[in-house]
């Protein structure tokens, strides 16, 4: 372990909850959890922590109650949209609203898009930012997985050119992930955004993996819209957001129809129901908002601040590393990258081990070593089965041990991820347990049960 980057500019790792929780292993002694899977969802900031309870007692009503803490609450929740607007650094007239996820952000950004739209995603993204747009009457593009940025700007280009070659001019929208849920890897954001651009096309970015690890400006990227989730980025109360231009969220139908969308509601003569729906974040926020959700987020956004990017990102950079390294070392590692290892990445890796079923491997780091990684296919099903070397539908399911023999395809893989609250300790146990596991094997053994690959004690 010997080539980090200088360790200067580094921090130590931020507080989060659960840094000290004890898990029982399969053995019977008990030993610290290392989380890692925070792709999947991180452990909450201890400062989110703190400010929401702080906040808890004065919790009431948004945009309802004449009471204080109800005009409490709605300044809180309006300053925590203006603290996520500084955050990402939105331009003037863009608008903040808040959502349940980033999943939830980008159907409410596919149901506002002018109608007849063509979108443009990439088959690599998440589930996420590839779904939405099917069964709405847009007309979708799926650009194949790129091998390089340089390859997935110029698919772009061709698809854009082609799309303009072949008919009149029509509302664009271009949709992509920042950093890869599967490989972490970093996505060419700003030379998408300004592709997109050039042929009038509008660009979402899916922030959810890299705004907990990386700045995101929406002014230096230029992109049309940015969206993430509250639960990725240490604040998991249940709230998201959708951030970016007003104009298409304007002219939308609200996301949701009720109470707080709408201004005024009249009767008619003929019996009908009339409405005139609010414009700006309102619209799409029909219902009583997530106060807390919304304020836990903009709490994150203050904490990450504060900390500093520039050291939060050295940091992780040391991390990665350090799990590289490791891994290195391990021959029958195989690590999953479209772009290259050399890459830069966020701290989100996915391999698969020569000789085990990644499901068997990921339940014996939980029952044996107390490490929680994920496996599966990562709600990327397109891309991982790229990287596996395969297309045929496979389960994804725990598979039997046996499952994926030496030499044989893997079925599924194992994704491990950590960020700002991650301590050095957990990677180095991390690396240590894949390189026992290889060399010695699992000391119990495994069956599936409910579809989950389980030690087992019957025995
Ligand atoms: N986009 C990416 C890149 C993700 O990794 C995820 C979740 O893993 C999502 C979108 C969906 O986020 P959520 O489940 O919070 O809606």
Redesign the pocket.
Known sequence: MSSYPNAVDTCRPLDVLGREVEVPLVGGEKVTYAALDY??SAPALQRVWDDVAAYAPYYGSVHRGAGYLSQLSTDLFEQSRATVADFLQLREDDQVVFTR????SLNLLASALPAGTRVYAFETE?H??LLPWRGRGLDVTYLRAPRSPEQAVAALEEALAAAHAAGGPRPELVCV?GAS?VTGEIWPVRELAATAHRYGARIVL?A??LAPHHPVSVRELDVDWVAF?G??LYAPFGA?VLAGRADWLDAAEPYLAGGGASRTVAREADGSVAVEWHRGPARHEAGSPNVIGAYAIASACRALREAGFDALVARERQLIARLREGLAAVPEVRVLTLFGEDHPRVGVLSFVVQGWNSSHFSAALSAEYGIGVRDGLF?AHPLVRTLLGGEENVPSECGAPEASLPGERSLNAIRVSFGAGTPDEHVDRFVAAVRELVTQGAQWAYRTEGGRCVPDTRR
């Not at 996820?101 to 939830?104: H, N, V």
């Open positions: 792709a999947a996820a980033t999943t939830d998440h996420a930012s992930t849920n899916d959810a993996q989730s639960h990725k998201g709600c």
